[in-house]
C-alpha cells in the first residue's frame, strides 16, 4: 500500500520537512498514502503537535486540590462546592479570522464551546480576547468589525452569554489580528467524562453536520505565517451554523447522561482524523473507520477531503455496541443525524477503509505521540533590549494632566469596550450577576448560593519589552480583576500568542512569558488546567506582538457579597490600595502622549500581588466594599476617572473629591497619575467601614491610603496634586470615554 505520486514537492506542500517525511516513511516501512501523508500533516503541524512548545509547557503548574482534570483533555476541570465542577478552556482562530473574519471568529466561537460541552459540562459563558491594528485604518475597521459580529451573532443564536473579554489595539497586529475564544461551563463533578475510547468492538458514531469541503486543511493553515496570497485560502475557513450547535449541544449532554457512549470528542482542528487519532491513543486502543459511511454535503469527496475536512458542528462518540439504536434515537430527538463509521480494536492501528479497501493504515500510539519534538535556539533582539533602556524624547510641551487623561480616556485601548459587549447577549441564562464591562464577569450557579468569575488579561506590551514580567503581570492582572469582585483565583487556561518559534528572538519571547507565567501560577496557587499554543502568528509586516493571554476562574461562596467597580453611593471614602513606583516604562501614557511605547515596564512582586487579592477577598466576604477596581492600563489617574465615569450601561455617574497632593512626595505628578505598577487597586466604603478597612489593610501588609469621598451624581471630577489640579465634569469624561470607539467606527 504506496503511493508512487508523493513526490517532494508534494510533502513540501504539506508543511513537513525532509526529516519528518523520513521519520514518517521509516514508521511505515514504506511511502505513505496520499490520505496518510494528509493525516502526519495535520497531526503533526504545530496547531496539533505542539512540538515546539512541549518541553516548555511542562514548567506549569497543574495540580492542586481544586484541579480535577489538568491539561491533556479538551478542557480543564476545577472543584466547585456541592458537588459541583467548572470546566473551562481558551482557543485561537487567528488566520481563518484574518482572512474571512465574520466565519473565522463565529467557529472559534463554535469550536470552544464544543471543547467543554464534550466533558459533560454545560456552557454558561463565553469570553473572548481580541487584537487588531489602529482603527484609523479601514481593514482593521473591517476586521474588527466583522470578528465582533461573527462572535456576538454565534453566542447570541446558541443562547450562551458572553461575561467579559479584553480588546486591544496596536500596530503589530495590523497584518495578523488575534482572535481567541473562552467558554466556561458547569457541571456535577460525578458526571465528567473524557475523550478516551475503550471497549474493543464497540462502535464510532458520527453526529451532528455532514461533512463538506470547508475547513480542509485549517490545522496546518493555522500553522503558518501569514502572506499577501493567504487571502487565498478562504476555502479552509470553516463555515459555522449556530442553530445546529445548540441541537449538538443538547445531544450530546443527554447521550453523556445517558450511559450509553464512554467517549466523545469534537471534530474540531484537523477533523475526524484528530478526534479518531487522539481518542484511541488517550484509551490505548486502534480503531477501524469505514470513510465510504461517512455522511458527505458533497459529491465525489474522497478520503483525503473526508478525513481532514473541518466542517463545524460535528461530534464523534464511542458507543456501546449494544447501545447504536439508542444513540441514535437520542440524535433524532434533537434532529440530528447519527452513523456508525467505525469500530474500537485491539491491534493499536489507525486503520481506515474506502469502498472495502484499506487507504490508511498507521500504528495509532506513535501517530500521536511519536511526532518530533524541537528545540529552538533562544536569544533576546538586541533592539528590544535597548528599547527597555529608553525614554521618550522630552517634547517642546508636557501636557497637562486634565489634557493627558482625556487623551487616554480617548485611546481605544483604554476607553470603554461597549461598542464590542453591547453586540453580545450577557444576560441570557438569568444567571449574570457582573455583565460586562467591569474588572471581571460573574455569574451565579443555577440553583446554588456561589459564583463563578470569570476574565481574560494580558498586556502585550509589557511583554514585548520584558517577555518574563509581561507574562507574570498577565497572570497577577487576571488574579486582580477576579479578586475585585470578591472572588477567589482558583485557576487558569491560557492562548499563547507568538511569532514564529523558528526565530530565536520569537522563541526567547515564548520561553520567558511562560516562565513569568508559571511563577505567577506557582505563588497565585492558580495551576493552568490547560490552554493552546498559536505559534506562526506573522505576516509580511512581521510577528505579532507576544500575547498571552490568561484566561482566569475565580470562586465567589457567596454571590450575594460580589463587589462591582464602580462608585455607587455619595459620601462614601475612596482609599487607594498598594505602592506606585516610578514605572512609566510600557505605559499608556507614554504611547498615548509621547507616541513611545518603549522603557522597563513595571515590575511583579508576587508577594505583595498575593496579599491583595488576600485583602480583595477577605473584605468582600467581610462585606467591606462598596466597590473594588483594578489599578493597571493607564494608572491610577485611569482607575479613578472609571471609578467616577460609572457602568456602561448607566446613565450617569458620580463626582470625585480626590487629594494626591500628599500621596507620595517621591513621585512627580505624572508618576503618581499615570505609572503602571502593580499590585494596587481602588476601592469605596462607607463611612462606618474605614476602621475596619484599614485593621484589614494593616494585619495583611497592604498599603491603604484614604483618597478622598465619592461625591454626587454627575458631580466634579477633581484630582487635586502638588503642583496642580484635574477638573472635570463627569459628562465630559464619560462622553470622551464610551464615544472613542464608536466615532472611529463611523457610529
Known amino acids: ?12 506542500d504539506h508543511n513537513l520537512t525532509t526529516a519528518e517525511y523520513e521519520r514518517i516513511v521509516a514508521m511505515l516501512g514504506r511511502t505513505p498514502t496520499f490520505p496518510e501523508l494528509g493525516i502526519f500533516s495535520a497531526l503533526w503541524s504545530e496547531h496539533c ?17 481544586q484541579v480535577v482534570q489538568g491539561p491533556g483533555e479538551n478542557a480543564g476541570v476545577l472543584r466547585l462546592p456541592n458537588g459541583w465542577a467548572v470546566a473551562f478552556k481558551i482557543e485561537s482562530h487567528n488566520h481563518p479570522s484574518a482572512v474571512e473574519p465574520y466565519q473565522g471568529a463565529a467557529t472559534g466561537a463554535g469550536g470552544i464551546l464544543r471543547d467543554v460541552f464534550t466533558m459533560g459540562a454545560r456552557p454558561v459563558a463565553l469570553l473572548n480576547s481580541l487584537r487588531f491594528g489602529p482603527l484609523d485604518d479601514a481593514r482593521n475597521r473591517y476586521l474588527f468589525g466583522g470578528v465582533v459580529k461573527g462572535i456576538g451573532d454565534y453566542g447570541n443564536c446558541v443562547g450562551v452569554p458572553t461575561l467579559g473579554g479584553e480588546v486591544d489595539f496596536a500596530p503589530g497586529y495590523t497584518g495578523n489580528p488575534l482572535v481567541n475564544a473562552m467558554c466556561v461551563g458547569v457541571l456535577k463533578e460525578k458526571e465528567l467524562i473524557k475523550a478516551a475510547a475503550q471497549g474493543v468492538g464497540n462502535l464510532l458514531i458520527a453526529v451532528g453536520s455532514s461533512t463538506g469541503r470547508d475547513g480542509i486543511h485549517g490545522a496546518s493553515f493555522a500553522s503558518e505565517e501569514l502572506t499577501h496570497e493567504s487571502e487565498q485560502r478562504r476555502p479552509q475557513v470553516q463555515v459555522g451554523d449556530p442553530f445546529t450547535e445548540k441541537l449538538l ?8 447522561a445517558s450511559g450509553h457512549i464512554v467517549a466523545i470528542q469534537d471534530m474540531g482542528a484537523a477533523g475526524l482524523t484528530s478526534s479518531s487519532a487522539e481518542m ?19 459529491p465525489g469527496m474522497t478520503p483525503y477531503e473526508i478525513l481532514l475536512s473541518e466542517s463545524q458542528e460535528r461530534m464523534l462518540v464511542v458507543a456501546k455496541a449494544d447501545r447504536v439504536k439508542e444513540v441514535q434515537a437520542i440524535a433524532a430527538k434533537w434532529e440530528l443525524n447519527a452513523t456508525p463509521i467505525g469500530t474500537v480494536t485491539d491491534d493499536g492501528m489507525y486503520r481506515c477503509l474506502w469502498e472495502g479497501k484499506v487507504v490508511v493504515e498507521i500504528p495509532g500510539q506513535r501517530l500521536v505521540e511519536d511526532c518530533p519534538v524541537y528545540y529552538p535556539d533562544a536569544k533576546e533582539d538586541p533592539r528590544v533590549a535597548a528599547l527597555r533602556t529608553s525614554k521618550p524624547a522630552p517634547g517642546s510641551r508636557l501636557p497637562a494632566p486634565s489634557e493627558a487623561l482625556l487623551q487616554l480616556l480617548d485611546s481605544p ?26 474588572d471581571a464577569g460573574l455569574l451565579r450557579v443555577r440553583g446554588e448560593g456561589f459564583g463563578i468569575a470569570v476574565k481574560t488579561d494580558c498586556n502585550s506590551r509589557y511583554v514585548r519589552l520584558d517577555p518574563y514580567e509581561g507574562g507574570k503581570a498577565a497572570v497577577a492582572e487576571a488574579a486582580r480583576n477576579v479578586a475585585c469582585t470578591g472572588a477567589q483565583p482558583l485557576g487558569i487556561t491560557n492562548c499563547l500568542n507568538f511569532g514564529s518559534p523558528e526565530r530565536p528572538e520569537v522563541f526567547y519571547q515564548f520561553r520567558e512569558a511562560t516562565r513569568g507565567i508559571a511563577d505567577a501560577c506557582g505563588a497565585l496557587d ?15 509586516t512581521g510577528a505579532v506582538d507576544p500575547t498571552p493571554v490568561i484566561g482566569m476562574i475565580g470562586l465567589l461562596p457567596r454571590v450575594e457579597r460580589a463587589v462591582p467597580s464602580f462608585a455607587r453611593t455619595p459620601g462614601d471614602v475612596v482609599f487607594v490600595l498598594g505602592e506606585t513606583n516610578a514605572e512609566l516604562g510600557g505605559s499608556a501614557y507614554w504611547e498615548v502622549c509621547y507616541d513611545f511605547a518603549g522603557g522597563q515596564p513595571p515590575v511583579v512582586d508576587l508577594d505583595v500581588e498575593k496579599r491583595l487579592v488576600d485583602f480583595l477577598v477577605t473584605g468582600a466576604e467581610r462585606g467591606l466594599f462598596r466597590s473594588a477596581h483594578d489599578c493597571s492600563h493607564g494608572g491610577l489617574g485611569v482607575a479613578l476617572a472609571e471609578v467616577a465615569m460609572g457602568g456602561p450601561y448607566q446613565q450617569q455617574g458620580f463626582g470625585l473629591d480626590v487629594d494626591l497632593a500628599t500621596y ?17 487597586a481602588v476601592i469605596t466604603c462607607p463611612p462606618e467601614r474605614v ?57
Open 1 to 12: 500500500m504506496t503511493d508512487p505520486h508523493i513526490t517532494p514537492e508534494l510533502v513540501q
Open 526 to 540: 492558580t495551576p493552568v488546567t490547560g490552554g493552546n499554543v498559536s505559534f506562526y502568528n506573522e505576516s509580511p
Open 664 to 680: 507620595d512626595a517621591r513621585r512627580t505628578t505624572d508618576e503618581v497619575l499615570f505609572s503602571e505598577s502593580h499590585g494596587r
Open 280 to 298: 484511541a491513543a488517550r484509551g490505548g486502543v486502534g480503531v477501524e473507520i469505514d470513510l465510504s459511511n461517512v455522511p458527505t454535503r458533497e
Open 691 to 747: 476602621s475596619a478597612v484599614q485593621a484589614l489593610a494593616g494585619e495583611l501588609g497592604v498599603p491603604c491610603y484614604s483618597a478622598g469621598r465619592v461625591g454626587t451624581v454627575d458631580g466634579a471630577f477633581r484630582i487635586t496634586l502638588r503642583d496642580g489640579q484635574i477638573a472635570e465634569s463627569i459628562t465630559r469624561l464619560r462622553d470622551v470615554y464610551f464615544s472613542a470607539i464608536p466615532r472611529r467606527m463611523g457610529d
Open 49 to 65: 503537535s505542539y512540538k515546539h512548545s512541549r518541553p516548555v509547557l511542562k514548567k506549569f503548574p497543574t495540580t492542586g486540590p
Open 413 to 438: 485601548s483604554v476607553a470603554s469596550k461597549r461598542w464590542v459587549f453591547e453586540q453580545y447577549d450577557s444576560t441570557v441564562q438569568a444567571g449574570t450577576v457582573i455583565a460586562p464591562g467591569g
Open 249 to 256: 449541544l443538547e445531544a450530546s449532554l443527554e447521550l453523556i
